[in-house]
């Protein structure tokens, strides 16, 4: 006998909460594929971005001769 864990997702996008989902539900940790494809669109359109310490140069810099 097997049991299926059923889980509590928070949609990241639209925040809908959907109870006693299957552990197995596709477009997790998303409530639907169109809350999957508004996040892919984000990634792909420069919405999320990851902090860095970096600075940007120049590109006038990058070819000045030294």
Partial sequence: MSYSLAVRI??????AVLENVPDDF???PFCSAR???VDLGNWLGDAY???TN??????EDEFRPS
Avoid: G, H, N, S
Avoid at 54 to 59: G, K, R, V, Y
């Fill in 26 to 28: 596709d477009p997790r």
């Fill in 35 to 37: 809350c999957k494809l």
């Fill in 49 to 51: 971005r990851i902090p």
């Fill in 10 to 15: 928070v949609c990241p996008i639209c925040k």
């Fill in 54 to 59: 970096e600075q940007l140069e120049d590109a």
